[in-house]
């Protein structure tokens, strides 16, 4: 076979491999694809509608724009540009730690330079190709309302798809040079879970700072943010003018992004396989503790307990999950502390922010704990009724959450007792929640497959989100309109209820 | 001075059934009399790990009874479990644990006081050639040192009944020779070993009895004289034994 050849082969081999990796995530590793295929058709259809309330009333948009038309537009493809950098970074680790099949391809004699240029433009490939897909709905509202000229939209959706898989490897690769293969899957996890969140809390962040209010719009549309922008001809704004149709920017943003990414397949394509030696060479050894500390006596649930506390705490997905959920808790916490300095009623909004998060934060540590178990056969051949088992597991999830949201309950506490009584039970309820959907729908797995445990069960994943936005509207509405609330909480709990009657564990 | 044998099996299986597409253990009477090493053979499928997670706890029985040093094992699974052990062929340790603390936490889940295990989790360790990894995690671990570690874990609290399947499985010689040596100790303080395994050698040179199963049932069962003398022929290896056996059953179904 001639290296042109192996070429097209191996690039035919990576997208295969890419397809059916996204299938997989899409359909849940479900084999009736078909259904599948044509459930996410529906559900494409469907995002049109939430498409056209968020983004419907901006088709008309032309050029020439005002300042702060161009900024917010701009801000939302930069957001757009930074979820997809995020994923990339994650999916460049991925190739790096989980493939199983870099021994294979280091020990065949393909050039490895070409063959890590192909899965360079594979993951571009991926990363555009996912952000085509959630952008779709979007775009097609727009090109339905304001003409056939947002088509290029889909451009600048490929341009920075491609710019991001650039940025990301040349990001991952240098932080295998400069802290070496162990730290760098912590430090890129962080990273992409922190990129993703970080530029809309920093916007709401100066949201509240400067003009008291969540929403990140105020920055983007203040007079100050019109000052300080560029000229309307600046290259800052070119994604969005080509958005906008304009088609000779839009040929230069797609050249850029291939340039960018053809750039960074010569200069790191080589360093990209010396990486991949490194990483599958480095048999990462942690010391951890004494050990004769380890060795103390407690109950069987207080060693269960301290084992799940002991892996979560070396857990580094984890780290960072937990660390975009308390980001998110930064801005509703300014928002507490400037409404407590100027009694602004503002302060109510802070409430079901939390009951939110806590109740995300839980369904992923109660997945971890109670489905992600490694040592499965160990815990059930341990001398310990299943019941126990699940209740100190269950304990851990409400531990944790306690530690984590007590202080922000406790600050609530001297600005209204009243308000910290009712955060602290919707806090507690949608915990409670979330575990009780996880053990519901809870499949044995390991723990490094958390990022599969929403396709592994769509139903559990949407129940949970319900359920969290269910009981956060219900303490919001607690603290504004009591009866309102009870209509909320029982609809909550019909969602509860439902949800327990179409689960496994009932069937 | 010799270790005192209780009087009631180690491990009694009677009527053993389990059915998953087609019958996986077939109506599966099994004996095993305490402070034995018993080799459980038989060809991949043949239903082996099936009838031992059942006995572990870990599969529950469509029909039959298990019985463990006299306790029921399906009536009151927890008393079983406390003089139980089951190491797996593929080890299923935590990644983020460190083999000491491991070992600590299978000891606090069979609720072994920590002035007994800390000691013994040492020993086992340090005797399985693990000490200059005992404070490192598991993670960066082969599969022989995670393989080891489960082992370890299995003998931390003192087992009366150990199930192994496959246990040497990713061993290099010299630790499947470790094993095989601890294992040989524990026989001779009384303990019972329950072992399957395709390494015949080792279930020649080590097992009292040998347990030989095909589809799900028990086609032959003793010393390896009594199996050779049930083949007809004195002077053939295991190996010629359990073919021959596997291929008659073959033929029967």
Same mark, same amino acid.
């Given at each position: 076979?001639?290296?042109?050849?192996?070429?097209?082969?191996?690039?035919?081999? /990576?997208?295969?491999?890419?397809?059916?990796?996204?299938?997989?995530?899409?359909?849940?590793?479900?084999?009736?694809?078909?259904?599948?295929?044509?459930?996410?058709?529906? $559900?494409?259809?469907?995002?049109?509608?939430?498409?056209?309330?968020?983004?419907?009333?901006?088709?008309?948009?032309?050029?020439?724009?005002?300042?702060?038309?161009?900024?917010?537009?701009?801000?939302?493809?930069?957001?757009?540009?930074?979820?997809?950098?995020?994923?990339?970074? /994650?999916?460049?680790?991925?190739?790096?730690?989980?493939?199983?099949?870099?021994?294979?391809?280091?020990?065949?004699?393909?050039?490895?330079?070409?063959?890590?240029?192909?899965?360079?433009?594979?993951?571009?490939?991926?990363?555009?190709?996912?952000?085509?897909?959630?952008?779709?709905?979007?775009?097609?509202?727009?090109?339905?309302?304001?003409?056939?000229?947002?088509?290029?939209?889909?451009?600048?959706?490929?341009?920075?798809?491609?710019?991001?898989?650039?940025?990301?490897?040349?990001?991952?690769?240098?932080?295998?040079? &400069?802290?070496?293969?162990?730290?760098?899957?912590?430090?890129?996890?962080? &990273?992409?879970?922190?990129?993703?969140?970080? $530029?809309?809390?920093?916007?709401?962040?100066?949201?509240?700072?400067?003009?008291?209010?969540?929403?990140?719009?105020?920055?983007?549309?203040?007079?100050?943010?019109?000052?300080?922008?560029?000229?309307?001809?600046?290259?800052?704004?070119?994604?969005?003018?080509?958005?906008?149709?304009?088609?000779?920017?839009?040929?230069? &943003?797609?050249?850029?992004?291939?340039?960018?990414?053809?750039?960074?397949?010569?200069? $790191?394509?080589?360093? $990209?396989?010396?990486?991949?030696?490194?990483?599958?060479?480095?048999?990462?050894?942690?010391?951890?503790?004494?050990?004769?500390?380890?060795?103390?006596?407690?109950?069987?649930?207080?060693?269960?307990?301290?084992?799940?506390?002991?892996?979560?705490?070396?857990?580094?997905?984890?780290?960072?999950?937990?660390?975009?959920?308390?980001?998110?808790?930064?801005?509703?916490?300014?928002?507490?502390?400037?409404?407590?300095?100027?009694?602004?009623? *503002?302060?109510?909004?802070?409430?079901?922010?939390?009951?939110?998060?806590?109740?995300?934060?839980?369904?992923?540590?109660?997945?971890?704990?109670?489905?992600? /178990?490694?040592?499965?056969?160990?815990?059930?051949? *341990?001398?310990?009724?299943?019941?126990?088992?699940?209740?100190?597991?269950?304990?851990?999830?409400?531990?944790?959450?306690?530690?984590?949201?007590?202080?922000?309950?406790?600050?609530?506490?001297?600005?209204?007792?009243?308000?910290?009584?009712?955060?602290?039970?919707?806090?507690?309820? *949608?915990?409670?929640?979330?575990?009780?959907?996880?053990?519901?729908?809870?499949?044995?797995?390991?723990?490094?497959?958390?990022?599969?445990?929403?396709?592994?069960?769509?139903?559990?994943?949407?129940? /949970?989100?319900?359920?969290?936005?269910?009981?956060?509207?219900?303490?919001?509405?607690?603290?504004?309109?009591?009866?309102?609330?009870?209509?909320?909480?029982?609809?909550?709990?019909?969602?509860?209820?439902?949800?327990?009657?179409?689960?496994?564990?009932?069937? | 001075?010799?270790?005192? #044998?209780?009087?009631?099996?180690?491990?009694?299986?009677? !009527?053993?059934?389990?059915? =998953?597409?087609?019958?996986?253990?077939?109506?599966?009477?099994?004996?095993?009399?305490?402070?034995?090493?018993?080799?459980?053979?038989?060809?991949?499928?043949?239903?082996?790990?099936?009838?031992?997670?059942?006995?572990?706890?870990?599969?529950?029985?469509?029909?039959?009874?298990?019985? #463990?040093?006299?306790?029921?094992?399906?009536?009151?699974?927890?008393?079983?479990?406390?003089? +139980?052990?089951?190491?797996?062929?593929?080890?299923?340790?935590?990644?983020?644990?460190?083999?000491?603390?491991?070992?600590?936490?299978?000891?606090?889940?069979?609720?072994?006081?920590?002035?007994?295990?800390?000691?013994?989790?040492?020993?086992?360790?340090?005797?399985?050639?693990?000490?200059?990894?005992?404070?490192?995690? @598991?993670? !960066? =671990?082969?599969?022989? +040192?995670?393989?080891?570690?489960?082992?370890?874990?299995?003998?931390?609290?003192?087992?009366?009944?150990?199930?192994?399947?496959?246990?040497?499985?990713?061993?290099?010689?010299?630790?499947?020779?470790? #094993?095989?040596?601890?294992?040989?100790?524990?026989?001779?303080?009384? @303990?019972?070993?329950? +072992?399957?395994?395709?390494?015949?050698?080792?279930?020649?040179?080590?097992?009292?009895?040998?347990?030989?199963?095909?589809?799900?049932?028990?086609?032959?069962?003793?010393?390896?004289?009594?199996?050779?003398?049930?083949?007809?022929?004195?002077?053939?290896?295991?190996?010629?034994?359990?073919?021959?056996?596997?291929? #008659?059953?073959?033929?029967?179904?």
């Amino acid at each position: 076979m001639s290296s042109a050849a192996a070429l097209t082969w191996f690039a035919r081999h /990576e997208i295969r491999l890419a397809w059916r990796e996204w299938l997989a995530m899409m359909t849940g590793g479900r084999r009736k694809h078909k259904r599948a295929v044509i459930g996410l058709i529906l $559900f494409a259809a469907f995002m049109h509608l939430p498409a056209y309330a968020v983004i419907g009333r901006f088709a008309s948009l032309r050029m020439p724009l005002d300042k702060s038309s161009l900024i917010v537009m701009s801000a939302s493809i930069f957001l757009a540009w930074a979820l997809m950098l995020s994923q990339a970074i /994650e999916s460049v680790t991925r190739v790096f730690y989980a493939r199983a099949d870099l021994d294979l391809i280091m020990s065949s004699p393909a050039s490895l330079t070409n063959v890590f240029s192909v899965r360079i433009a594979a993951i571009a490939l991926t990363v555009t190709g996912m952000a085509l897909v959630l952008s779709t709905p979007f775009i097609d509202v727009l090109v339905i309302g304001g003409g056939l000229r947002w088509l290029s939209a889909y451009g600048v959706v490929v341009a920075i798809g491609l710019s991001a898989a650039a940025v990301a490897i040349a990001v991952t690769v240098a932080l295998f040079r &400069l802290i070496g293969p162990s730290r760098t899957r912590l430090a890129a996890q962080i &990273l992409a879970a922190v990129i993703g969140a970080g $530029f809309v809390i920093a916007l709401q962040i100066a949201a509240i700072l400067s003009y008291g209010t969540l929403s990140r719009f105020a920055v983007l549309t203040s007079d100050s943010a019109a000052a300080y922008a560029p000229d309307a001809d600046s290259i800052v704004w070119w994604p969005a003018r080509a958005a906008l149709g304009d088609g000779q920017i839009l040929l230069r &943003l797609l050249a850029g992004g291939l340039i960018l990414l053809g750039f960074v397949m010569a200069v $790191f394509s080589d360093r $990209f396989a010396d990486t991949a030696v490194r990483v599958s060479a480095s048999g990462a050894r942690t010391r951890s503790g004494s050990g004769t500390a380890a060795f103390r006596p407690r109950s069987r649930q207080q060693a269960l307990r301290w084992k799940e506390f002991k892996l979560l705490r070396r857990d580094p997905w984890l780290i960072s999950q937990t660390l975009m959920q308390l980001l998110y808790l930064v801005p509703p916490a300014l928002m507490l502390w400037r409404s407590f300095s100027d009694s602004s009623t *503002a302060i109510v909004l802070v409430t079901p922010v939390i009951v939110m998060a806590a109740g995300q934060l839980a369904g992923g540590l109660a997945w971890l704990t109670i489905s992600g /178990e490694d040592a499965a056969d160990l815990v059930t051949t *341990a001398p310990l009724s299943p019941s126990r088992v699940i209740r100190a597991k269950v304990e851990v999830v409400l531990m944790a959450i306690g530690v984590t949201f007590a202080p922000l309950v406790l600050a609530l506490l001297f600005a209204s007792p009243f308000q910290a009584a009712v955060t602290a039970a919707g806090v507690a309820i *949608a915990t409670i929640s979330a575990a009780a959907i996880q053990l519901w729908f809870r499949v044995q797995a390991r723990r490094s497959q958390f990022r599969r445990r929403q396709t592994s069960s769509r139903l559990a994943t949407f129940a /949970e989100a319900f359920s969290s936005i269910g009981w956060a509207a219900t303490a919001a509405l607690a603290l504004t309109f009591p009866l309102a609330a009870i209509v909320s909480g029982l609809m909550t709990a019909g969602i509860m209820a439902a949800t327990w009657k179409i689960s496994p564990r009932h069937g | 001075m010799t270790p005192a #044998v209780p009087s009631s099996p180690a491990l009694q299986v009677r !009527g053993l059934t389990k059915r =998953f597409d087609r019958p996986a253990v077939d109506a599966l009477d099994l004996t095993v009399r305490p402070g034995e090493f018993y080799a459980l053979l038989g060809p991949n499928g043949a239903g082996k790990t099936t009838t031992l997670r059942m006995v572990a706890g870990l599969l529950r029985p469509d029909a039959g009874s298990v019985s #463990v040093l006299g306790i029921d094992a399906l009536a009151d699974p927890i008393a079983a479990k406390q003089i +139980m052990a089951w190491v797996s062929d593929e080890p299923m340790i935590y990644d983020k644990l460190t083999p000491l603390e491991y070992l600590a936490f299978v000891a606090g889940l069979w609720g072994i006081d920590p002035g007994i295990s800390g000691p013994s989790a040492h020993d086992l360790l340090v005797s399985l050639g693990l000490e200059p990894h005992l404070h490192e995690r @598991c993670e !960066g =671990f082969s599969k022989g +040192m995670r393989q080891k570690v489960a082992l370890a874990g299995a003998l931390v609290h003192d087992p009366r009944l150990i199930i192994l399947d496959e246990p040497l499985t990713g061993l290099d010689a010299l630790s499947a020779r470790h #094993v095989k040596g601890l294992l040989g100790d524990r026989v001779r303080a009384g @303990c019972t070993v329950i +072992m399957t395994t395709h390494i015949l050698e080792v279930a020649e040179r080590m097992a009292d009895r040998i347990g030989v199963i095909a589809s799900g049932r028990l086609v032959a069962e003793g010393t390896l004289e009594e199996l050779r003398q049930q083949n007809g022929r004195n002077d053939t290896s295991l190996e010629d034994v359990f073919i021959a056996l596997v291929n #008659v059953e073959t033929a029967a179904a």
